[in-house]
């Protein structure tokens, strides 16, 4: 059974970085995909981003390219989303999420979630 805890949330500047982080128990975290999604309030949630579990690719939301990069670390079952230019639109939860496939499309597990709160 494998668990996802987000950390790293918190309040930003406009501008500013964050850098989050998911870490995995378990079960090994290259077996899956990971997703990055956020729900703002009154939001649908929404996809931010995919890297493959080799971390060979990654789809970013249009939104978030050149601003925010994903790595993952999966000898020590860690995957982390560094944020930079942080805008007040980027407010919201975080969640990271496993998919066994390629896709991030329908991912089976999820973290709980930390808050994201970007404003002066």
């Known amino acids: 059974q494998l668990q996802l805890v987000e950390s790293g949330g918190g309040l930003v500047q406009p501008g500013g970085s964050l850098r989050l982080s998911c870490a995995a128990s378990?079960?090994?975290?290259?077996?899956?995909?990971i997703g990055w999604f956020r729900q703002a309030p009154g939001e649908e949630r929404e996809a931010v981003l995919c890297i493959s579990n080799g971390g060979r690719s990654t789809n970013y939301k249009d939104s978030v390219k050149g601003r925010f990069t994903v790595f993952r670390d999966n000898a020590k079952n860690i995957a982390t989303l560094q944020m930079s230019s942080l805008k007040p639109e980027d407010t919201a939860v975080y969640y990271c999420?496993?998919?066994?496939?390629?896709?991030?499309?329908?991912?089976?597990?999820w973290g709980q979630g930390t808050q994201v709160t970007v404003s002066s």
């Open positions: 999420a496993a998919d066994p496939y390629y896709d991030c499309s329908d991912p089976i597990y």
């Open positions: 378990g079960y090994t975290l290259d077996y899956y995909a």
